[in-house]
């Protein structure tokens, strides 16, 4: 059984909480970190420390993404099927902003992870539908 694990990290929520920031769309730049899931930076797994950066950073998003099987620069692969290779899964931290404002993150997720491989994409970010139009209301026009 996975331990029950917060949804929300109080430590990171500064004194005046900030408020929400308007849904991104348009240009965007996507980061993505690729790194071992077993990988750690201040006794902290290095994928949560980048999450909390970005968010403390007030970045439009972050989410981590749990490979089951892959390799690196190491050329060891690393497999889910396995057990004992099961130990270091791959792992990619995915941010997305304007593009500005990844620029300006990049300099402390390369400090902290100085060896991680890290790509930059430009991304177009689809802006969400209203929320009638998103729930299957009636009020979207050519809706029957």
Excluded at 6 to 29: E, K, S
């Amino acid at each position: 059984m996975t331990p029950h694990l917060p949804r929300h990290h109080h430590r990171d929520a500064a004194p005046g909480h900030r408020p929400p920031r308007q849904p991104l769309q348009g240009p965007a730049l996507r980061l993505t970190v690729y790194l071992g899931e077993s990988d750690q930076v201040h006794h902290r797994p290095l994928y949560a420390e980048i999450v909390h950066l970005a968010h403390r950073a007030g970045l439009a998003g972050a989410s981590v993404f749990r490979g089951i099987e892959g390799f690196g620069a190491g050329s060891v692969v690393h497999t889910s099927r396995l057990l004992d290779l099961a130990e270091d899964l791959p792992a990619a931290v995915v941010v997305v902003d304007e593009p500005q404002r990844i620029e300006d993150f990049l300099p402390q997720v390369r400090e902290i992870a100085p060896r991680a491989l890290i790509t930059l994409d430009r991304v177009q970010v689809v802006p969400p539908l209203p929320p009638a139009a998103a729930d299957g209301g009636d009020d979207v026009e050519g809706a029957r």
